[in-house]
T-cell receptor, first 114, second 113 residues
Framework: DARVTQTPRHKVTEMGQEVTMRCQPI?????VFWYRQTMMQGLELLAYFRNRAPLDDSGMPKDRFSAEMPDATLATLKIQPSEPRDSAVYFC????????????FGQGTRLTVV | GDSVTQMEGPVTLSEEAFLTINCTYTATGYPSLFWYVQYPGEGLQLLLKATKADDKGSNKGFEATYRKETTSFHLEKGSVQVSDSAVYFC????????????FGGGTRVLVKP
């Protein structure tokens, strides 16, 4: 049963520390999305990649966030330095994005910055 | 840019009641439309989709019809169960926007026995 895998599932860190979240997309999918979910803002698109190239990262605070795909089996989202306002659930999703094709979501990383 | 507007919740229903969640969209071109569901502590799961005007998506008793003339994709279920309690998200994917998924704000549904 193919699925998107995210690690860690939970992360508690102190303000100022670096946080790295990882995502293994479904094999064969060519598009990867990073979303952030909070009660106040709902689901926000942070960045997405097509064939490992960044297509849009306009939703991401550039000064502290970075997203990469070092290879087709790994996507990373890094926050450095982290701040309490970054506390949220971060979702990765992957898809074979042709017209009408849906994205499959991982279970998310719940980040708490204290 | 593309946007999705859905009714705010929470929506509280009794078991076996009829559920409707309204969703309207703004997009250039001809987007595909989706409903996702999120159960507590989990990621989003695709519930149903429609890729062109007048298509009806259906799954697990839920239905939604792609209405281009009213730019709507309302979700309906004739008889809800307690297990349908979740947050429901309407979304679109537009080729002109690089096929990125744009979500509505989500609607929390609570079904009481």
């Amino acid at each position: 049963d193919a699925r998107v895998t995210q690690t860690p599932r939970h992360k508690v860190t102190e303000m100022g520390q670096e946080v790295t979240m990882r995502c293994q997309p479904i094999l064969g999918h060519n598009t990867v999305f990073w979303y952030r979910q909070t009660m106040m803002q709902g689901l926000e698109l942070l960045a997405y990649f097509r064939n490992r190239a960044p297509l849009d990262d306009s939703g991401m605070p550039k000064d502290r966030f970075s997203a990469e795909m070092p290879d087709a089996t790994l996507a990373t989202l890094k926050i450095q330095p982290s701040e309490p306002r970054d506390s949220a659930v971060y979702f990765c999703a992957s898809g074979l994005v042709e017209a009408g094709t849906e994205a499959f979501f991982g279970q998310g990383t719940r980040l708490t910055v204290v | 840019g593309d946007s999705v507007t859905q009714m705010e919740g929470p929506v509280t229903l009794s078991e076996e009641a009829f559920l409707t969640i309204n969703c309207t969209y703004t997009a250039t071109g001809y987007p595909s439309l989706f409903w996702y569901v999120q159960y507590p502590g989990e990621g989003l799961q695709l519930l149903l989709k429609a890729t062109k005007a007048d298509d009806k998506g259906s799954n697990k008793g839920f239905e939604a019809t792609y209405r281009k003339e009213t730019t709507s994709f309302h979700l309906e279920k004739g008889s809800v169960q307690v297990s349908d309690s979740a947050v429901y998200f309407c979304a679109l994917s537009s080729p002109r926007a690089g096929n990125k998924l744009t979500f509505g704000g989500g609607t929390r549904v609570l079904v009481k026995p």
